[in-house]
């Protein structure tokens, strides 16, 4: 029989249910395959389907004995499945399929191969495309080969990462455009005292509302591993003078105080960070360092009450840095252990991406550590230490 790609000889139905091998496979794997929630396959050497788990049965609308003896794109309704007379990895279009090239591949090193794979199908609806991460691993049964095969839908997480993307462009574009308009405004109006306070806290409003939105998409980034940090040396002494400036209109600082206390800005000095000319350089990424230390503050202003005080200090640690952000509230014991988990918030949901991306950030892109540290009698520290070079 003719293939353009795979083998197209198969067994029949009858020929693989009376293989003690295939019953031995199934006996194996069956009960916990089913416990799967994505759709996983046992296939023979012939790449033919010999047991499918429950979530690929309900997925497909079949039984099992509707399935056996079928390859995967035959199972799908793959439209280049039936256009040769060997079936599914046998046509011309066969040789680009991510699912069969993983089946074949693993087969052939007698292991474990992923692939993410791309196939048209043909159902009630029309046509329809499953974009899934195959994997697909080999093993044996009664010296017979058999393969292991589990596709994971990625439609929708795709999609998603799509989506956003074209959100977050779409609204830093016009968020740019609400902060250059701000500005304009304010240069061609002279205007009194009162008017260009009034400047100022919208550009400051629009300024905090740009930092939320590209932290959420820092976060997005991270989590997929496209999140690429770029380092170069940076004052930590003018990061946080320029940190601390971004509260000065926040609504939940207001009638607290915010201390910059370092060795090289004169000691403790007030918001202006009156002092020195001398600076603390690290090799670090500013941005992301940035939005450690702004969320540093942000909790320790929430955590305050007016007439409070939030201490920002800056240091040499040995070879490194430290930064390190105090108020005088206390995290109970029982909080104090899920700090930084994802999602997990003192402040009820909807928050709890703070503290997470604190630590995800500095551990995993600023190759630095995070810490802290609350008490009854001594407050609240949460703390960053950084290495002095990127290497």
Known sequence: M???????????????????????????????????????????ARRQVVYANSAALQGLGRSQAEVTGDRLGE??????????P???????????????????EALDVDGRVSREARITTRGKAGLESIEALVTALAFAVQKEKFVLVTLKDRRDSERRLVL?????????????????????LGMQDGGN?????????????????????????????????????????????????????????????????????????????????????????????????????????????????????VRISLGQEGEGFVLAVHNSAFISPEDQLQVFQRSFSTKGRGRGLGTYS????????????????????GGTSFWVILPAAAG
């Open 75 to 84: 199972l799908l309704g793959c439209i280049h499945a039936t256009e040769n």
């Open 193 to 309: 005292a009162e008017t260009q306070n009034l400047y100022r806290r919208l550009a400051s409003a629009a300024s905090t509302l740009v930092d939320e939105v590209n932290q959420q998409r820092d976060i997005i980034l991270m989590e997929v591993g496209e999140l690429q940090p770029t380092f170069r040396p940076t004052d930590l002494v003018s990061l946080a003078r320029l940190i601390i400036g971004n509260f000065e209109f926040n609504q939940a600082a207001q009638g607290k105080s915010m201390i910059l206390d370092c060795g090289p800005c004169g000691g403790a000095g007030g918001a202006d960070g009156a002092g020195g000319d001398a600076s603390l350089v690290v090799e670090t990424d500013p941005v992301l360092l940035g939005r450690v230390l702004q969320n540093m503050i942000k909790n320790a202003v929430e955590a305050s009450t007016p007439g409070e005080e």
């Open 164 to 184: 956003e993307r074209i959100f977050f462009h779409d609204v830093m574009n016009g968020l740019a455009s609400i902060q250059a308009g701000i500005s304009l």
């Open 358 to 377: 604190m630590r995800m950030l500095t551990e995993g892109y600023l190759r630095g550590r995070i810490g802290f540290s609350s008490t009854k009698a």
């Open 2 to 44: 003719e293939s353009f790609f795979a083998p197209a000889e198969r067994d029949s139905p009858g020929e693989i249910l009376a293989s003690p091998a295939v019953s031995e496979a199934r006996g194996i794997y069956g009960t916990v395959l089913d416990l799967l929630p994505d759709m996983v396959f046992v296939a023979k």
């Open 86 to 104: 060997g079936g599914c990895g046998t046509s011309k279009a066969c040789k680009v399929c991510g699912a069969v090239g993983t089946i074949l």
